[in-house]
């Protein structure tokens, strides 16, 4: 594309350097992606069809795998079929949609788990309190809360990516329309713009993490007040799961977007690597690491398959 002609689409550059190998990761990324929507769509059965496991707890993961499965919507069918095709253009609304959906989902997961983190304090330094702490009028008002501010500072970042000239490159070098490599193609200076991007990136990822590290530390505090052994290790199984992902999640997403300059973001195979494990590899460890490592999850999962055992020998 001419340097004087604005740009109409985008070429997301994605994995084609690799060649032959694009085959290869096409099966990989297909099997996982698969994977990931049967694990969240077998986690929400589960959670919706059993009674026992109607708790806030188990709300919110039922509302994590939702926004997991969406989140993964939104990137993997385009660059399953970009590793195929030769033809791996985006058109300037598709990509700022792609923006839009995908920080929207991000943002929310991010708010999702700090949310989570509140419910673990509650249930383990408050329980007397805890039904009103977190009524279903209450988890009803932090659902919303998460997904409203998730979509509102998603708009904010995808109107000051976008309203920013396009007349350069239309090249960009990732697998999806992410806020970096976009902005890095803008024709004009766009320091203000990525200053205030970086702000809202620090206010999503760093608040909800020291918010998470506080309920952490009183449940810490709380668990080493339990006299017996076995009452400290249920109390901490209940939390195990929940922090695992917050590690993933939360340092993958901090070594991409807690950077201030655009121009080093997202270019490098190492960024690009660490890309697809928070794209790719999280919402794929949700539901192995909620059902392997929770015996309620295991047990939900037990009785549904008993169930449509027995349904299927009636018929």
């Known amino acids: 594309m001419a340097n004087s002609s604005c740009v109409t689409e985008f070429l997301l550059l994605g994995f084609s350097s690799l060649g032959e190998l694009q085959l290869v990761l096409f099966m990989i990324f297909l099997c996982l992606y698969l994977i990931i929507l049967s694990g969240n769509i077998t986690i929400i059965s589960v959670i919706c069809l059993d009674h026992s496991l109607h708790m806030p707890m188990y709300f919110f993961l039922c509302v994590l795998s939702t926004s997991e499965i969406f989140y993964t919507i939104v990137i993997l069918p385009k660059m399953l079929i970009n590793l195929l095709s030769v033809f791996r253009t985006l058109s300037f609304v598709s990509c700022a949609s792609q923006m839009y959906f995908f920080l929207g989902f991000a943002v929310t997961n991010c708010l999702l788990l700090g949310v989570m983190g509140y419910d673990r304090y509650a249930a383990i330094c408050q329980p007397l309190h805890y039904?009103?702490?977190?009524?279903?009028?209450?988890c009803g008002q932090l659902i919303s809360t998460c997904i409203v501010s998730?979509?509102?500072?998603?708009?904010?970042?995808?109107?000051?990516?976008?309203?920013?000239?396009?007349?350069?490159?239309?090249?960009?070098?990732?697998?999806?329309?992410?806020?970096?490599?976009v902005i890095h193609l803008a024709y004009a200076g766009s320091y203000i713009n990525e200053l205030v991007i970086f702000i809202c990136g620090v206010l999503v990822l760093i608040v909800p993490l020291i918010f998470i590290c506080i309920s952490y530390g009183f449940?810490?505090?709380?668990?080493?007040?339990?006299?017996?052994?076995?009452?400290?290790?249920?109390?901490?199984?209940?939390?195990?799961?929940?922090?695992?992902?917050?590690?993933?999640?939360?340092?993958?997403?901090?070594?991409?977007?807690?950077?201030?300059?655009?121009k080093h973001i997202n270019t490098s195979g190492k960024d690009r690597l660490v890309t697809v494990t928070y794209t790719i590899i999280t919402p794929l460890l949700n539901p192995v690491v909620y059902s392997l490592r929770n015996k309620d999850v295991q047990l939900g999962i037990r009785k549904m398959i008993v169930k449509k055992g027995f349904s299927t020998k009636t018929l």
């Open 131 to 138: 039904p009103i702490l977190m009524s279903w009028r209450v």
């Open 150 to 181: 998730g979509f509102l500072i998603s708009l904010l970042g995808t109107t000051l990516v976008f309203s920013l000239p396009f007349c350069g490159s239309n090249k960009v070098n990732h697998y999806f329309c992410d806020i970096s490599p």
């Open 219 to 262: 449940i810490v505090s709380t668990i080493l007040k339990i006299p017996s052994v076995e009452g400290k290790r249920k109390a901490f199984s209940t939390c195990v799961s929940h922090l695992i992902v917050v590690i993933i999640h939360y340092g993958c997403a901090s070594f991409v977007y807690l950077r201030p300059s655009a």
